[in-house]
Protein backbone atom coordinates (compact mmCIF):
# COMPACT_ATOMS: atom_id res chain seq x y z
CA UNK A 1 0.00 0.00 0.00
CA UNK A 2 1.27 3.53 -1.04
CA UNK A 3 0.51 6.14 1.67
CA UNK A 4 1.34 9.84 1.21
CA UNK A 5 2.58 11.50 4.14
CA UNK A 6 3.42 15.11 5.27
CA UNK A 7 6.30 16.12 7.80
CA UNK A 8 6.28 18.91 10.05
CA UNK A 9 7.46 20.66 12.49
CA UNK A 10 6.24 22.64 16.06
CA UNK A 11 9.03 23.95 17.90
CA UNK A 12 11.43 21.40 16.66
CA UNK A 13 8.93 18.55 18.23
CA UNK A 14 8.56 16.86 14.59
CA UNK A 15 5.41 14.52 13.35
CA UNK A 16 4.71 12.29 10.49
CA UNK A 17 0.76 13.23 9.73
CA UNK A 18 -1.32 10.90 7.30
CA UNK A 19 -4.34 11.83 5.86
CA UNK A 20 -6.13 8.15 6.98
CA UNK A 21 -10.16 9.94 6.61
CA UNK A 22 -10.63 6.21 4.65
CA UNK A 23 -9.15 4.18 7.03
CA UNK A 24 -7.04 2.13 5.69
CA UNK A 25 -3.44 2.55 8.20
CA UNK A 26 -3.27 -0.06 10.35
CA UNK A 27 -3.17 1.02 14.02
CA UNK A 28 -2.15 -2.01 15.43
CA UNK A 29 1.16 -2.35 13.38
CA UNK A 30 3.49 -0.96 16.63
CA UNK A 31 6.56 -1.99 14.97
CA UNK A 32 5.70 0.13 11.79
CA UNK A 33 4.80 2.93 13.29
CA UNK A 34 8.15 2.49 15.15
CA UNK A 35 10.60 1.69 11.63
CA UNK A 36 8.38 5.27 10.31
CA UNK A 37 9.62 7.22 13.41
CA UNK A 38 12.97 5.58 12.90
CA UNK A 39 15.77 8.26 12.04
CA UNK A 40 18.19 6.60 10.38
CA UNK A 41 15.99 3.86 8.73
CA UNK A 42 12.84 5.32 8.30
CA UNK A 43 11.26 9.13 7.89
CA UNK A 44 12.51 9.73 11.06
CA UNK A 45 9.86 11.54 13.85
CA UNK A 46 8.91 12.34 17.50
CA UNK A 47 5.61 10.38 16.84
CA UNK A 48 3.01 9.76 14.00
CA UNK A 49 -0.42 11.28 13.86
CA UNK A 50 -3.53 10.09 11.74
CA UNK A 51 -6.29 12.78 10.82
CA UNK A 52 -9.27 11.00 10.81
CA UNK A 53 -13.16 11.63 10.49
CA UNK A 54 -15.47 12.11 13.70
CA UNK A 55 -18.90 13.00 14.02
CA UNK A 56 -19.65 16.18 15.75
CA UNK A 57 -15.84 17.87 14.84
CA UNK A 58 -14.15 18.83 12.14
CA UNK A 59 -11.48 15.92 12.64
CA UNK A 60 -10.07 12.93 15.23
CA UNK A 61 -6.01 13.74 16.20
CA UNK A 62 -4.64 10.11 16.65
CA UNK A 63 -0.78 10.09 17.65
CA UNK A 64 0.99 7.87 18.37
CA UNK A 65 4.57 7.86 20.47
CA UNK A 66 7.67 7.13 18.50
CA UNK A 67 7.89 3.46 20.09
CA UNK A 68 5.32 2.69 17.97
CA UNK A 69 2.31 3.16 20.21
CA UNK A 70 -0.79 4.84 21.07
CA UNK A 71 0.15 8.15 22.89
CA UNK A 72 -1.88 10.33 25.14
CA UNK A 73 -2.52 14.46 24.11
CA UNK A 74 0.30 16.08 22.21
CA UNK A 75 0.03 19.78 22.23
CA UNK A 76 2.71 20.30 19.55
CA UNK A 77 0.87 17.27 17.56
CA UNK A 78 -2.14 19.28 17.85
CA UNK A 79 -0.66 22.85 16.07
CA UNK A 80 0.97 20.36 13.62
CA UNK A 81 -2.25 18.86 12.41
CA UNK A 82 -4.50 21.80 12.97
CA UNK A 83 -1.91 23.60 10.46
CA UNK A 84 -2.50 20.09 8.18
CA UNK A 85 -5.92 20.09 8.67
CA UNK A 86 -6.15 23.81 6.62
CA UNK A 87 -4.95 21.85 3.78
CA UNK A 88 -7.62 19.39 4.14
CA UNK A 89 -10.01 21.58 4.88
CA UNK A 90 -9.13 25.06 3.60
CA UNK A 91 -11.95 27.34 4.24
CA UNK A 92 -11.85 27.21 7.75
CA UNK A 93 -9.15 29.29 10.04
CA UNK A 94 -10.80 27.60 13.70
CA UNK A 95 -10.95 23.79 13.71
CA UNK A 96 -12.74 21.88 16.67
CA UNK A 97 -10.70 18.31 17.10
CA UNK A 98 -10.62 15.08 19.09
CA UNK A 99 -7.96 13.89 20.74
CA UNK A 100 -7.40 11.49 23.69
CA UNK A 101 -8.13 13.90 26.05
CA UNK A 102 -11.21 14.79 24.61
CA UNK A 103 -12.45 17.77 22.31
CA UNK A 104 -10.18 20.88 21.71
CA UNK A 105 -10.44 23.98 19.60
CA UNK A 106 -7.30 25.62 17.78
CA UNK A 107 -7.25 28.79 15.67
CA UNK A 108 -4.74 29.89 12.67
CA UNK A 109 -3.98 33.12 14.30
CA UNK A 110 -1.69 34.80 11.33
CA UNK A 111 0.95 33.61 8.76
CA UNK A 112 3.98 32.77 9.91
CA UNK A 113 6.59 32.08 6.69
CA UNK A 114 5.73 28.93 5.16
CA UNK A 115 3.25 28.05 8.21
CA UNK A 116 1.17 29.35 11.03
CA UNK A 117 1.07 30.89 14.40
CA UNK A 118 -1.70 28.61 16.42
CA UNK A 119 -3.58 28.71 19.23
CA UNK A 120 -4.49 25.13 21.20
CA UNK A 121 -7.04 25.23 23.93
CA UNK A 122 -6.31 22.81 26.68
CA UNK A 123 -8.50 20.54 28.99
CA UNK A 124 -8.88 21.34 32.69
CA UNK A 125 -5.69 20.86 35.00
CA UNK A 126 -6.93 19.16 38.27
CA UNK A 127 -4.98 20.39 41.26
CA UNK A 128 -1.06 19.40 40.81
CA UNK A 129 0.83 17.15 43.73
CA UNK A 130 3.87 18.99 44.97
CA UNK A 131 6.63 16.76 46.50
CA UNK A 132 8.75 19.01 47.97
CA UNK A 133 9.61 21.26 45.36
CA UNK A 134 8.97 18.58 42.61
CA UNK A 135 5.07 19.04 41.11
CA UNK A 136 3.09 16.47 39.70
CA UNK A 137 0.26 17.33 37.14
CA UNK A 138 -1.90 16.13 33.90
CA UNK A 139 -2.09 18.64 31.46
CA UNK A 140 -3.39 15.88 28.95
CA UNK A 141 -0.83 13.45 29.46
CA UNK A 142 1.47 12.85 32.93
CA UNK A 143 3.89 15.46 33.81
CA UNK A 144 6.69 15.50 36.49
CA UNK A 145 8.35 19.19 37.00
CA UNK A 146 11.24 20.03 38.88
CA UNK A 147 12.84 23.42 38.93
CA UNK A 148 16.27 23.98 38.76
CA UNK A 149 18.87 26.84 38.46
CA UNK A 150 20.45 26.47 35.32
CA UNK A 151 18.31 24.44 32.69
CA UNK A 152 21.43 24.21 30.05
CA UNK A 153 23.42 21.88 32.51
CA UNK A 154 21.28 19.19 33.33
CA UNK A 155 21.96 15.90 31.86
CA UNK A 156 18.32 15.60 30.70
CA UNK A 157 18.28 11.93 29.15
CA UNK A 158 19.97 10.54 32.03
CA UNK A 159 18.38 11.90 35.25
CA UNK A 160 14.93 12.18 32.96
CA UNK A 161 15.28 8.35 32.21
CA UNK A 162 15.73 7.55 35.60
CA UNK A 163 12.65 9.60 37.25
CA UNK A 164 10.94 8.36 34.40
CA UNK A 165 11.56 4.68 35.14
CA UNK A 166 11.25 5.15 38.88
CA UNK A 167 8.78 3.37 41.44
CA UNK A 168 6.03 5.71 41.11
CA UNK A 169 5.97 6.00 37.64
CA UNK A 170 7.14 2.92 35.98
CA UNK A 171 4.14 0.95 34.86
CA UNK A 172 2.48 4.16 33.23
CA UNK A 173 5.31 6.16 32.56
CA UNK A 174 5.93 10.25 33.00
CA UNK A 175 7.17 13.10 30.86
CA UNK A 176 9.90 14.60 33.49
CA UNK A 177 10.46 18.98 32.51
CA UNK A 178 13.11 20.45 34.47
CA UNK A 179 12.50 24.09 34.40
CA UNK A 180 14.26 27.12 34.99
CA UNK A 181 12.50 29.96 35.93
CA UNK A 182 13.09 33.88 34.87
CA UNK A 183 11.37 37.37 35.74
CA UNK A 184 7.96 36.12 33.78
CA UNK A 185 9.02 33.22 31.71
CA UNK A 186 10.56 30.02 32.14
CA UNK A 187 12.89 27.77 30.15
CA UNK A 188 12.02 24.52 29.68
CA UNK A 189 13.29 20.99 28.55
CA UNK A 190 11.91 18.09 28.62
CA UNK A 191 12.24 13.81 28.90
CA UNK A 192 9.45 12.57 26.77
CA UNK A 193 7.75 9.02 27.23
CA UNK A 194 7.28 7.22 24.57
CA UNK A 195 10.18 9.17 22.70
CA UNK A 196 12.48 8.03 25.57
CA UNK A 197 15.24 10.62 25.32
CA UNK A 198 14.92 14.74 25.10
CA UNK A 199 12.88 16.61 22.50
CA UNK A 200 13.22 20.08 21.17
CA UNK A 201 10.11 20.87 22.47
CA UNK A 202 6.91 19.53 24.31
CA UNK A 203 3.85 21.25 24.25
CA UNK A 204 1.81 19.26 27.16
CA UNK A 205 5.64 19.47 29.01
CA UNK A 206 5.65 23.56 28.11
CA UNK A 207 2.25 23.85 29.26
CA UNK A 208 2.64 21.93 32.72
CA UNK A 209 6.16 23.55 33.77
CA UNK A 210 3.84 27.01 32.99
CA UNK A 211 1.04 26.11 35.58
CA UNK A 212 3.35 24.62 37.99
CA UNK A 213 5.59 27.31 38.36
CA UNK A 214 2.33 29.77 38.75
CA UNK A 215 1.17 27.05 41.21
CA UNK A 216 4.43 27.00 43.44
CA UNK A 217 4.46 31.24 43.40
CA UNK A 218 7.34 31.57 41.17
CA UNK A 219 5.57 33.56 38.62
CA UNK A 220 2.72 35.42 39.49
CA UNK A 221 1.81 36.06 35.59
CA UNK A 222 -0.93 33.88 34.25
CA UNK A 223 0.72 34.56 30.90
CA UNK A 224 3.85 32.69 30.60
CA UNK A 225 6.62 32.79 27.77
CA UNK A 226 8.52 29.73 27.80
CA UNK A 227 11.38 29.07 25.93
CA UNK A 228 12.61 25.37 24.64
CA UNK A 229 15.58 24.33 22.84
CA UNK A 230 13.12 24.18 19.67
CA UNK A 231 11.60 27.61 19.98
CA UNK A 232 9.15 29.82 21.98
CA UNK A 233 5.57 29.59 23.16
CA UNK A 234 3.24 31.44 25.35
CA UNK A 235 0.40 29.90 27.85
CA UNK A 236 -2.23 30.90 29.28
CA UNK A 237 -4.32 30.05 32.19
CA UNK A 238 -6.43 30.97 34.53
CA UNK A 239 -6.25 29.26 38.39
CA UNK A 240 -9.30 28.30 40.01
CA UNK A 241 -10.77 28.66 43.88
CA UNK A 242 -10.27 24.92 44.03
CA UNK A 243 -6.93 25.25 42.81
CA UNK A 244 -7.35 23.45 39.44
CA UNK A 245 -6.24 25.44 36.03
CA UNK A 246 -8.96 25.90 33.14
CA UNK A 247 -9.32 28.25 29.66
CA UNK A 248 -5.83 27.14 28.89
CA UNK A 249 -4.13 28.00 25.94
CA UNK A 250 -1.08 26.94 24.31
CA UNK A 251 0.66 29.48 21.38
CA UNK A 252 3.41 28.25 19.01
CA UNK A 253 4.12 28.19 15.21
CA UNK A 254 3.62 24.77 13.20
CA UNK A 255 5.51 24.88 9.65
CA UNK A 256 5.61 21.55 7.37
CA UNK A 257 9.13 20.37 6.54
CA UNK A 258 8.42 18.39 3.49
CA UNK A 259 5.89 15.49 1.86
CA UNK A 260 6.50 12.44 -0.08
CA UNK A 261 4.91 8.91 -0.62
CA UNK A 262 5.74 5.61 1.26
CA UNK A 263 4.87 2.29 0.85
CA UNK A 264 3.40 0.15 3.81
Known sequence: MIVAFHKYQATGNDFILIDDRERRFDTQNSSKIQSLCHRRFGIGADGLILLRSEPGVDFRMIYFNADGYEGSMCGNGGRCVTAFANIKFPDKS????????????????????????????????????????????????????RFVEDAGSIDVNQIGRKIRNSEPFLREGINVNFAEVHNNSITVRTYERGVEEETLSCGTGVTASAIAAFNQGLITRNQIEVFTRGGELKVIFEKTEDGSFNDIVLIGEAHPVYQGVIEI
Open 94 to 145: HYKFRAFDGEHESKLLEVRGDGFLISLSMNQVAKPSVDEQDVILNTGSPHFV
